[in-house]
């Protein structure tokens, strides 16, 4: 089964650096999509990039899409202390009726102040 | 903002008891998703549900699972004989029509003892 893969597992970085999270895939796609999550919280989505885009920015966040690498990152910029959480990415398979998510294991953010 | 909602929030039960875990989707939301997060680990899909049928199932979902929409706003999950291996987090999901991105619960936590 495919699985989205996030690398690295944890990162540390100072509050104003940017934070980059990458994800890898092994399938086609219809679609990847980024969420957060807090500790102990349920996931909150971020920013969905279908399989024929290649970049896509919603405030601080951009996200790349490589469908050849089958690849995407996820750029956060100037982060804060409040961005602190796990990021996930999540892929929608190709083919796939009902869009269920196959979530890769995460990137464990901490930013601090 | 409309919100997906679970309850209860923490459940313990005794090994071997029936648990019934309950969501109450976004309401004009047509697609809905349980998944499962064992602590410390990535989010996995067990089930999708649309037009008042299990539209695809994990192998996770074993006949020791159920999934019913009783009403117009309750989606539930019902687990028959609690396992030790079933403590996780229980989360729910919803999406409308012609969108791709989940809206999530904030989980229930099931604690089998």
């Known amino acids: 089964s495919q699985q989205g893969e996030e690398d690295p597992q944890a990162l540390s970085i100072q509050e104003g650096e940017n934070a980059t999270m990458n994800c890898s895939y092994k399938?086609?796609?219809?679609?990847l999509q980024w969420y957060r999550q807090n500790s102990g919280r349920g996931l909150v989505h971020l920013i969905l990039i279908r399989s024929n885009e290649r970049e896509k920015h919603s405030g601080r966040l951009r996200v790349t899409l490589d469908t050849s690498k089958k690849s995407s990152s996820l750029l956060i910029t100037a982060s804060r202390a409040a961005d602190t959480a796990s990021y996930f990415c999540a892929t929608d398979r190709d083919g796939g009726s009902q869009g269920n998510l196959i979530f890769g294991k995460g990137t464990k953010l901490s930013v601090k102040p | 903002e409309p919100e997906v909602t679970q309850t209860p929030s923490h459940q313990v039960t005794q090994m071997g008891q029936e648990v019934i875990l309950r969501c109450v989707p976004i309401?004009?939301?047509?697609?809905f998703y349980w998944y499962r997060q064992i602590l410390g680990q990535k989010v996995e899909f067990l089930v999708s549900f649309y037009n008042n049928e299990i539209s695809e199932k994990s192998e996770i979902f074993d006949d020791q699972f159920s999934v019913e929409r009783p009403d117009g706003s309750n989606f539930t999950l019902k687990i028959r004989s609690t396992k030790l291996e079933d403590s996780a987090m229980y989360f729910c999901a919803s999406r409308g029509q012609g969108h791709y991105e989940q809206y999530f619960g904030p989980g229930t936590r099931l604690t089998v003892t």
């Open positions: 399938t086609s796609i219809n679609n």
């Open positions: 309401s004009n939301h047509l697609y």
